[in-house]
Structures are given as C-alpha cells and as structure tokens.
C-alpha cells in the first residue's frame, strides 16, 4: 500500500512547540491571558478589524454572537442548506428555526434570489458561510440584509485568507466567526474566534462568553446574566500566536496547492473547481472538484479511486435538511445534487508535489472513464 495522504494537517513548526511550551511553563497567575492577547491582537491586525474575542471553538463564537442578537424562539435564522452542522446547532439550541436555502452552482455558497425569498416577518439573522473559502456575494447580500434591516453574520471558518473586493472575509457582517480546528489553515488544535466592529456588540459577547459577567462588575463572583463558558486557553492561543506569525505562509501554501489542482484539472470534461471571481481572493481552505451531471462522474467513483490509492479525500458536505433532524428541502436542488458529484481534495502545508500527482492522477483517469 502506498503512503496515506491526508486531507488536512497542521504545520507545526519550533515556533508553535516553544511558544506553547513557555505557555505551560510561565503562563499562569498573572500572565494566564498573555497569550490570549497577544492572539487576539494579531488577528485583529491581520484582519484589520476592532474587536476580536477567542474562544474554545467556532461553535462557541457563532452561539456567542447569535445569543447576543438575541436570536431564539420564534424567530428564523437564514443560512445555506450546505454547510458543517456547527453552523446551525446554535440557531438550534437558541430555540430559533434554521431556514435552509440552496446555494449558487459555481460558488458553492448562498443564493441570493433564494435568500430574499426566504425572508419572513421572523426572519432575524442571515449566516453567510463562506464554503471552501469561496467567498458568497456580499455584495447583494449586505445589500438585502440593508434593506429588511436583518444582520448578516459571517461563518469565515473556512476563509481565512480569503478578500472580497479589500475586505477579509469575517470582517464584512455584523459579526465573523472563525475556527483553529486542527483541520483548519491557521490551527490552536481546537479554537475560534469572534469578529466585530460594533462595540456594543463586542461588549456583550464578552460578558456572555464570561460566564455573564460584565467586565465592571466589582462582585467577586458575580455573574449579571446567564452566559456560557467558550473561552480559549492561554496554551491554546501561544500555538495560535506562533501560526499567526506565519500566517502569509499558510494561506500561500493553501494557494498553491488549489492553483496546482485547478491548472491540472479544470480541463477535464465537465469539472469544475473553486473559483475566484475578479476582485476577490480565495483563501483555498479546501480544494474541490464538482463534475456536472453529463460527465457521469459520481462521489462514488471517487471515493472508491481515491481510496484504492490510500488517498484520505472527503465527501462534499450533505445537504443539512437532509439530515435526521431537519425536515428536508429537496427544492435546493443545487445542495442536493451537487454531492453526488464531487470530492475534497487534500491540502496541507507539507503536502509534497508527488502526493499531488498521486491524486491528480486518480481524479484523471476517473474522468478518462478508467
Ligand atoms: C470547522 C467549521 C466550523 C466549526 O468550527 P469548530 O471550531 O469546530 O467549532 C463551523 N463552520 C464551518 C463552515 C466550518 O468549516
């Protein structure tokens, strides 16, 4: 058997062992939020935004900042019927209803037509998650939630790195999330963080991320409301500082590899790839191939070559109506079909031009009908 390819890996470097390393060393008493810090403040500088707050996941930020919108029951929350089930299950456990829309064919994320659509008297936040780093239309989306007066929010945890016309993503909504999964281009092995420009916003983030209580509040143990705990650790965030110092790196290596796939690839009949409009940049968190239905190209036929190559590739993701707790909306269509017909690609840091070739072969000859 030849050697596994993964999907993904974190890039690891001295950088990240010594950092962490003084974090478990010295990071404590006093300097036990150092790092945090430190970690916050190079998000915020790279993403050029004011207000960043870390947190123990993407999950965690997303339920943060749709709790402080006040979002629960009886109110709808829009977002794309493609996404990772930690985009929906805050709107979930705040009692709100998801409203699944289809996405666009060729950007994999929201349909615009279909969010406006969508819109209800209930209708409180659309979540745009920026799928594969590809970017959604903010642009006509900003645009919607302007006129119904309805916060977009921005699941950027797979857009680190990605612009949209100068704007980083997550930077673009009432709120961004972003995830350091260890799957993830800039990793903590678990971690997130919440984005925002609005201060009023921030501040009651920061008091519900703190078990509820507000900064001035003098009482020792005294919470001013029921808040959660989704904090990152300070061990957590010195891994995070050290990526975040190589954080170019990452996201031109990310770049690359997509660049490398597309170049090979595209020319196949009927495949198609992440794209990147004019006047955006793609963040290439995850490569991806989609074959259009004429082409007969299945995610079985995939997963079974790739596998026989020991090539570790995912599924695109399942429509989330699909699942068993949803009730499924076979009208998006898009979100539907295109699952059937497409695969991940790995993409890592050290991931060499070899393993490349291995999998651009696989994906070729499949297309080649062999
Ligand atoms: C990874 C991911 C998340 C969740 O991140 P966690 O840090 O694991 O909570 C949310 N949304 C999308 C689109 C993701 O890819």
Redesign the pocket.
């Known amino acids: 058997m030849k050697p596994r390819i993964y999907y993904t890996k974190p890039s690891i470097t001295d950088s990240e062992v010594r950092y962490a390393t003084d974090a478990a060393a010295n990071g404590w008493g006093e300097r036990c939020y150092e790092y945090i810090g430190q970690f916050e403040q190079a998000f915020k500088d790279h993403l050029g935004i004011e207000y960043a707050i870390a947190t123990s996941?993407?999950?965690?930020a997303?339920h943060l900042g749709l709790a402080a919108l006040d979002i629960g029951p009886g109110d709808e929350v829009i977002l794309a019927d493609t996404?990772?089930v930690?985009?929906v299950s805050p709107i979930v456990h705040l009692g709100a209803t998801p409203i699944f829309v289809d996405i666009l064919p060729d950007s994999w994320c929201l349909d615009p037509a279909r969010v406006q659509a969508a819109i209800s008297p209930r209708t409180k936040a659309i979540v745009a998650?920026h799928?594969y780093g590809n970017l959604c239309d903010m642009e006509r989306l900003l645009a919607i939630g302007g006129t119904c007066g309805i916060p977009i929010i921005e699941?950027a945890?797979?857009a680190l790195g990605s612009v949209y016309h100068g704007k980083r993503a997550g930077t673009m909504g009432r709120f961004g999330?972003f995830?350091?999964?260890g799957?993830?281009t800039v990793t903590t092995g678990?971690?997130?963080m919440f984005v925002t420009r609005d201060p009023d916003l921030y501040e009651r983030v920061l008091t519900l991320s703190n078990h509820g209580r507000a900064r001035n509040q003098k009482k020792q143990f005294w919470p001013d409301m029921t808040g959660y705990k989704y904090k990152m650790s300070n061990i957590q965030a010195a891994i995070g500082c050290a990526q975040m110092e190589r954080i170019e790196s990452l996201v031109e290596r990310k770049r690359e590899i997509l660049a490398t796939y597309r170049e090979a690839l595209l020319s196949l009949k009927g495949a198609s790839m992440n794209p990147e409009p004019p006047g955006t940049i793609n963040g290439a968190w995850m490569p991806t191939v989609v074959f259009d239905e004429p082409s007969g190209v299945t995610r079985e036929m995939l997963q079974q070559a790739l596998g026989a190559e020991n090539v570790d590739a995912r599924v695109f993701f399942w429509p989330l109506s699909g699942m068993d707790m949803f009730e499924p909306v076979p009208q998006n269509h898009n979100a539907w079909s295109i699952p059937g017909r497409a695969i991940n690609l790995p993409s890592y840091h050290d991931i060499d031009a070899n393993d490349i070739d291995r999998v651009i072969d696989v994906i070729r000859r499949i297309s080649h009908g062999g």
């Open positions: 996941s993407c999950t965690g997303l996404n990772w930690a985009t998650t799928i699941d945890a797979e999330a995830s350091f999964h799957s993830k678990e971690g997130g």
